[in-house]
């Protein structure tokens, strides 16, 4: 009995994703710092609803746990309705962690494009 094939376009998508999903984050952090529900919506508009983040407090987390820290939770305030929000800001280790992902980022996808219009199309 042949095995079923589990692969689709949505498991592609969730693993480019997850490979990219730092990267976004400290990239939007070095501009600005955000609170959690922010960065995502900043994240979703900017790639013009193509990239929801659907755990943001995982990712942050991560980046927090991470020795150094590559983010920092720099304050809290109160919003509407008593909520606290708290808001995260890159740290210089984040800033070289950036650079090197951002080094990674652009070494790869020009390989990649040139791979895919070199050869025969499908």
Do not use: C, W
């Amino acid at each position: 009995m042949a095995e079923k094939n589990t692969r689709s376009v949505n498991t592609f998508e969730e693993n480019m994703k997850k490979a990219f999903t730092e990267l976004l984050v400290l990239y939007m952090l070095s501009e600005k710092d955000y609170y959690i529900g922010e960065l995502s919506d900043a994240i979703l508009q900017r790639s013009q609803e193509t990239i929801v983040i659907n755990r943001p407090y995982a990712v942050i987390m991560r980046l927090l746990e991470a020795s150094p820290p590559y983010v920092a939770e720099i304050k809290r305030r109160e919003s509407a309705g008593s909520r606290i929000r708290q808001y995260y800001s890159i740290t210089e280790q984040g800033r070289g962690y950036l650079a090197e992902l951002l080094e990674s980022y652009h070494k790869y996808i020009p390989a990649i494009n040139a791979i895919l219009t070199s050869g025969e199309t499908v």
